[in-house]
């Protein structure tokens, strides 16, 4: 089934389990990550950002996530990732997908709420969800965080405006990961975590859950994260495997063939994730 972001999460804060939401980086992986979450039983969130979206298109991105999910037995949301401005927001509405992150983030929180309710206005009259971000996800530089002590963590009396302001349906939140982080592990802070779940009652959404430990994302689940964003470790495991099978091609050999054990890889990476989240056999 293809169904909204609100209707994936619903149940997590009850029952302490985390939805993965998985980066696209290329047509040809996304079978396989469907074939991930029907192997494990389990609701995914394939995902993408404005430049993946652009790459592939829109329509054509929607439509073949549709037809997958729609034929497999499993939860299935499309999620457009960090867009920042409303027209590209706004074109992943018009063709079809079934979630949408606003990041206004950089803003001060005034206008982050000024243009996260724009874009409420509009998914929710299209019925698409909507995730917006508060504080500030790190960065990283060839795969290492850069901001130890630096990071902006949200703060739980912003949350609370944000949430009753905006009407979004999750809300990104900041307690220490970074964005591209697979040679290094972020340190969280799981105080910030605590005191955000309890002063909010909508799904929280971790990013850069490349860089986490197994042993820390169990801990942010059991203390309330709903969404795991994962994108990089599949990057990663995708070119690995293509570097060693193209390196050793021939020049005639199938395309087809050399590419089916990325695909395969990325497969393992999000079964293996789904047991960490615990979202295996999650169908309601
Ligand atoms: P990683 O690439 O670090 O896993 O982060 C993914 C992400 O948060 C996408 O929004």
């Not at 037809?67 to 074109?91: G, S």
């Not at 975590?193 to 994302?217: R, W």
């Not at 942010?220 to 969404?227: E, Q, T, V, W």
Request: neutral net charge; aromatic residues 6%.
């Amino acid at each position: 089934m293809y169904v909204t972001l609100k209707e994936i999460l619903k149940n997590t804060r009850k029952y302490k389990f985390a939805v993965g939401a998985f980066n696209i980086h290329c047509l040809e992986m996304v079978p396989a990550m469907i074939e991930a979450a029907k192997a494990k039983n389990s609701p995914i969130i394939l995902q993408v950002s404005p430049t993946t979206c652009k790459y592939i298109g829109a329509s054509l991105l929607s439509n073949l996530v549709k037809y997958l999910a729609n034929k497999a037995d499993i939860n299935v949301t499309l999620h457009l990732d960090h867009a920042k401005d409303f027209n590209t927001i706004k074109e992943a509405v018009d063709n079809g997908f079934s979630s949408v992150m606003i990041d206004a983030s950089a803003l001060p929180l005034e206008e982050n709420i000024e243009k996260t309710k724009e874009v409420v206005e509009y998914a929710s009259k299209h019925g698409v969800s909507v995730e917006s971000e508060l504080g500030t996800i790190g960065g990283t530089e060839e795969g290492v965080a850069l901001n130890d002590g630096k990071i902006i963590y949200t703060r739980p009396q912003d949350a609370i405006k944000f949430i009753e302001a905006t009407g979004i349906d999750a809300l990104a939140i900041a307690i220490g990961t970074s964005h591209g982080q697979y040679k290094s592990k972020a340190k969280l802070n799981f105080n910030v975590l605590k005191e955000i779940y309890d002063v909010t009652n909508i799904p929280l959404v971790l990013h850069g859950g490349t860089g986490v430990s197994n042993e820390d994302l169990k801990k942010c689940i059991l203390g309330g994260i709903s969404k795991v964003n994962v994108g990089t470790e599949l990057n990663v495991a995708w070119v690995t495997a293509a570097k060693e099978n193209f390196g050793k091609a021939k020049v005639n050999d199938s395309c087809r063939d050399l590419l089916i054990p990325s695909n395969y890889a990325v497969q393992k990476v999000i079964e293996n994730k789904i047991d960490v989240l615990g979202s295996s056999k999650r169908t309601v």
